[in-house]
């Protein structure tokens, strides 16, 4: 079956642009995890989602990330007024059960995002 | 706080000798852990994790809460094991935090 799927797979944006980042997660899954992925460094967590509520958002560098799933499926990473510290990859989680049951999580490619 | 370490960046063994990826972690109460693995232009995917005590494509992981380590072990590494791995842990607040990832070479 189809695994999580993001896109777009790459991102150019200049200093200042505004992003959005779109995350599919395996149909089903209750969770959704999003992670920035700067160069040489594994995945730090940004935000947390089961089916449509935002349970945590602890992880967000700054009032410019945003991040919604409206129906409880597909999900966007909005970034506003993009500045070079945000050029990382994004990368999207999905996991079967709520994060209590601890169900592995499945990751998607993930978004290459560059600030110029 | 960095919960999990990962003293290794890059580790280059060959071909059928052991490689064993270090992981150290820091938190007092009882983690999860996970080893996570990213092959050349795929997606990160689970290896294994502490709790399944099985072996996954040879590798075995051993929780050892007196030291605080999760180290991966192979005995005979093989070319296909040439991977990013990234240790993962994961405390009661459910979020995964990872370490910096080693890059494993196996040479033939």
């Known amino acids: 079956g189809a695994g999580v799927s993001q896109s777009p797979r790459y991102k150019v944006a200049k200093r200042g642009q505004d992003v959005a980042l779109r995350c599919d997660p395996i149909s089903g899954h209750v969770s959704l995890f999003w992670y920035q992925q700067a160069l040489g460094q594994g995945p730090e967590f940004l935000t947390y989602f089961q089916n449509e509520a935002q349970l945590d958002k602890s992880g967000l560098p700054s009032d410019r990330f945003f991040a919604e799933r409206p129906e409880g499926s597909v999900s966007t990473l909005k970034i506003q007024r993009t500045q070079q510290e945000d050029s990382a990859v994004y990368l999207c989680?999905?996991?079967?059960?709520?994060?209590?049951?601890?169900?592995?999580?499945?990751f998607g490619p993930g978004t290459r995002l560059t600030v110029t | 706080a960095q919960r999990v370490t990962q003293p290794e960046k890059l580790l280059s063994v060959f071909k059928g000798a052991p490689v064993e990826l270090k992981c150290n972690y820091s938190y007092s109460g009882s983690p999860e852990l996970f080893w996570y693995v990213q092959y050349s232009r795929q997606r990160l995917q689970l290896l294994l994790r502490?709790?399944s005590r099985e072996s996954i494509k040879g590798f075995t992981a051993d929780l050892n809460k007196g030291e605080t380590s999760f180290h991966l072990k192979k005995p005979f590494a093989q070319e296909e094991d040439s991977a990013m791995y990234y240790c993962?842990?994961?405390?009661?607040?459910?979020?995964?935090?990872f370490g910096a990832g080693t890059t494993v070479t196996v040479r033939a």
């Open positions: 989680a999905s996991s079967q059960r709520a994060l209590i049951y601890s169900s592995e999580q499945y």
């Open positions: 502490h709790i």
């Open positions: 993962a842990f994961r405390s009661n607040d459910y979020k995964l935090s």
